[in-house]
């Protein structure tokens, strides 16, 4: 496995629900997007505490940000801070 410089890579979104990991994972599969979940190992031993952050390489972010454009966060976890953005 080749190791990733983590430097050409940015956050999207920040993610604290196990469900919208698993969907966001189908959707950037699916477009053959270059990415890795930060803290995706950690939150769910820490009952999702901390936020799990998704990071695309640079020259496809503005294409997932288009991408998730419309995406909903499920509101278990953090929920208040979308809902007052």
């Known amino acids: 496995m080749k190791t990733k410089n983590t430097s050409d890579f940015e956050m999207v979104l920040e993610v604290h629900n196990a469900g919208d990991r698993v969907f966001l994972?189908?959707?950037?599969?699916?477009?053959?997007?270059?990415y890795f979940i930060l803290?995706?190992?950690v939150a769910p031993y820490i009952f999702n505490s901390v936020p799990m952050r998704l990071m695309v390489r640079k020259e496809q972010a503005a294409l997932v940000r288009e991408l998730l454009e419309n995406f909903v966060q499920a509101h278990a976890y953090g929920g208040l801070t979308r809902m007052l953005d």
């Open 25 to 34: 994972r189908s959707i950037l599969d699916a477009e053959g997007i270059d």
């Open 39 to 41: 803290g995706e190992t």
